[in-house]
């Protein structure tokens, strides 16, 4: 089936997560962005309780905001999500994309992110990223939205836009992920975009994305996807 990854901001939330059958943990501060980094304490915390149970992702902001950031830090890690806010007036967004991935640990995969709403983030066109990640031999790219407030990835793009970006990453680069305040409402509409995970925050919280884990509310979205995707375990060759 298509696989739930939550986003937790500490261990007690991630221990949720993982209670309620998320499979994949994402560690991020939803206070500081839509990809904001946590201290790095907590993501080393996550990754020493859970990373050797399921895959573990860490958020790290946008690309200027990598400095400071010890890359070491992040063994254990599956995963690394940094966005491409604030790039598309940077000749050289893609040089200093690559010299991220090359500071990373080697078992830890660089992951490509889209937003859908590109132009109000100042990102790259979403097909450029999909051209430099295809050169870069990255494996998988989240689909966001920047802006969190309130509106749907389905609110940032259009049907056409979205599909087109979709089938190109599936053709071109291959792990594909969609989040954007995906809700039970409208994740049975992101199921038809073919993703490998969904990806969710505020819709597994008791309040909006700022409010706590729910055990219970990552059960039921873990259920609403066994009850309608056929099973699958394909997600799990993203990051080879």
């Given at each position: 089936?298509?696989?739930l ?22 560690v ?10 946590a ?19 860490v958020a ?5 905001q ?13 995963f ?17 994309w ?13 992951v490509?992110v889209?937003y ?25 790219i ?13 609110d ?29 409402a ?27 884990i ?27």
């Amino acid at each position: 089936m298509t696989g739930l990854l939550v986003s937790v901001r500490s261990p007690l939330e991630a221990n949720a997560a993982l209670r309620g059958g998320a499979a994949v943990i994402d560690v991020k501060e939803p206070l500081r962005g839509s990809l904001g980094a946590a201290d790095s304490d907590v993501w080393r915390a996550v990754i020493g309780q859970i990373g050797r149970v399921l895959p573990v992702s860490v958020a790290l902001g946008e690309l200027h905001q990598r400095d400071g950031i010890d890359l070491k830090s992040l063994a254990g890690a599956a995963f690394v999500k940094v966005g491409l806010a604030g790039c598309q007036s940077r000749a050289d967004w893609c040089d200093a994309w690559a010299s991220l991935r090359g500071g990373l640990p080697s078992d830890v995969a660089l992951v490509g992110v889209i937003y859908a709403d590109w132009a109000a983030a100042g990102a790259p066109h979403p097909l450029q990223i999909i051209d430099a990640a295809e050169r870069m031999s990255i494996r998988t790219i989240l689909i966001d939205t920047f802006h969190k407030n309130g509106a749907t990835l389905f609110d940032r793009a259009s049907e056409a836009e979205l599909i087109e970006w979709c089938e190109a990453i599936r053709r071109r680069i291959g792990g594909l992920v969609l989040a954007g305040s995906l809700t039970a409402a409208t994740i049975g509409r992101a199921l038809e975009l073919g993703p490998d995970l969904i990806a969710v925050r505020g819709a597994a919280c008791d309040g909006d994305r700022a409010g706590t884990i729910s055990s219970r509310r990552v059960a039921d979205l873990a259920e609403f996807l066994r009850s309608i995707t056929p099973v699958s375990t394909a997600w799990r060759g993203c990051a080879d």
